[in-house]
């Protein structure tokens, strides 16, 4: 790994939350250029958040397309492997840059595609920062993986609710999409860790997504993350943007529409993600306010 004298500057910001206590956590390495892969897995293990994001100059093509230069590669890291899109990690570093260069557009080279972002500031001064996914897929589950995730987390098949069928979702990565019936059936989450991880990881799942529909355009979230080292994710972009995907898909909400997802209240971390989605483009928009920590 680097020395002490190379180590980077790691920044830590919450995520969809403007109280540091709230949201979900990243750390943030604003200039990763001398890092290795394995110097970045070893610094995302000790910072011991789901996920931090390290960023390095972005592709030639990207650097020339994007306005003043406010272009980037950027990578993510669990502290057990890397990801291919973070959409709480996103927010996170959005809110860093705009407080060093200013609000407005940024661009993010990642491995699941390019990624705009807008940061914005709002009436009280704090930041809000919105990214747009890539082009998003649903897929049916089949029957025999619904089992066997049901079977890990203790869930009985009457639990879920029907109106909302079991899907695989994709904005940046792919997420398990189970609807609970109940609060109650959301609120009582304890899994067989080892179980999961090993479905996930055959499936290629970033996490679990477990919601319950509260109203129209209200659902409560919970992500379960093994496959990150992590028992669950107090709030997540990508798997926000996936949802919004699933809705759409299935005909929950209307094609112009605007989704509210709480999520982190079971953790005491409350974080509120914004799901945006527009009639005749494919992708989603997930937007949230940020703050650094300490």
């Given amino acids: ?4 004298e190379d180590h980077p500057e790691v920044l830590r910001y919450t995520a969809f939350s403007g109280d540091p206590d709230g949201g979900n956590p990243a750390g943030v390495i604003l200039d990763a250029r001398a890092l ?3 110097d970045m897995l070893a610094i ?16 030639e093509g990207l650097r ?3 306005a003043d230069g406010r272009a980037y590669t950027v990578r993510y890291f669990s502290p057990k492997a890397e990801v291919p899109f973070c959409g709480h990690a996103t927010v996170a570093t959005a809110i860093a840059l705009a407080e060093r260069i200013g609000p407005g557009d940024l661009v993010f080279a990642t ?3 390019t990624v705009p972002v807008s940061v914005t500031e709002e009436a009280d001064g704090s930041l809000r920062a919105t990214l747009t996914s890539v082009e998003p897929y649903v897929e049916k589950a089949a029957d025999d993986d619904l089992t066997e995730a049901l079977a890990a987390l203790d869930w009985p098949a009457a639990d879920l609710d029907p109106a909302l069928p079991p899907r695989i979702a994709f904005a940046g990565a792919r997420h ?4 609970a019936a109940t609060r109650e059936r959301l609120a009582d989450l304890a899994y067989d860790f080892a179980r999961l991880e090993a479905l996930m990881h055959r499936l290629d799942l970033t996490t679990v ?3 319950w529909r509260e109203s129209a355009t209200v659902f409560h979230v919970r992500d379960p993350f093994p496959v990150g080292g992590v028992v669950e994710d107090p709030a997540t972009g ?9 809705a759409r898909e299935l005909g929950l909400v209307d094609e112009d529409a605007v989704l509210t997802l709480h999520q982190g209240e079971d953790l005491g971390r409350p974080g509120r993600l914004t799901v945006t989605l527009h009639a005749g483009d494919p992708r989603v928009r997930v937007g949230g306010t940020g703050v650094r920590i300490g």
């Fill in 1 to 4: 790994m680097t020395t002490n």
């Fill in 36 to 38: 290795s892969d394995a």
């Fill in 44 to 59: 995302a293990a000790e910072i011991g958040y789901s996920e931090s994001a390290f960023l390095t100059a972005p592709p």
């Fill in 64 to 66: 020339e397309a994007a």
């Fill in 111 to 113: 491995r699941a595609g």
């Fill in 176 to 179: 398990l999409v189970l609807a």
């Fill in 209 to 211: 997504q477990l919601v």
């Fill in 238 to 246: 990508a798997a926000a943007a996936a949802f919004g995907a699933y």
